[in-house]
């Protein structure tokens, strides 16, 4: 069972930085998916950022496309995501998954971290 861990929450105020990482135990041989998802209370799980490891290819919510870049570090199995100009509405709990396809969807993804809270105060 590949295991993820979150880190790098926090609080900051609106207009902060923040990055979260997310290290692997390992990686799958081929085509291998990360992503960040984020959930708050009274909201259903949103879809972040996700890339592959082998060809580079990146999706974005449309809602952070312009503020936050996933970026990853092979040798340390770590993906990142770096989160700027932070809002209030940012805040929820973010989950890194890890599966075979990148997608949007969150049942594509088999393997889910623990997550990291993030908190935005205005």
């Known amino acids: 069972q590949v295991q993820l861990v979150e880190s790098g929450g926090g609080l900051v105020h609106t207009g902060g930085s923040l990055r979260l990482s997310c290290a692997a135990s390992q990686r799958t041989s081929g085509n291998y998916a990360m992503a960040w998802f984020r959930q708050a209370p009274g909201v259903g799980r949103e879809f972040v950022a996700a890339d592959t490891w082998n060809t580079g290819q990146t999706l974005y919510a449309d809602s952070v496309k312009d503020r936050f870049t996933i970026s990853r570090d092979d040798a340390k199995n770590t993906v990142y995501l770096q989160m700027n100009s932070l809002k209030p509405e940012d805040t929820a709990v973010y989950f890194c998954?890890?599966?075979?396809?990148?997608?949007?969807?969150?049942?594509?993804?088999?393997?889910w971290g623990q997550g990291t809270q993030v908190t935005v105060s205005s």
């Open positions: 998954a890890g599966g075979h396809f990148i997608s949007r969807t969150y049942s594509f993804y088999n393997y």
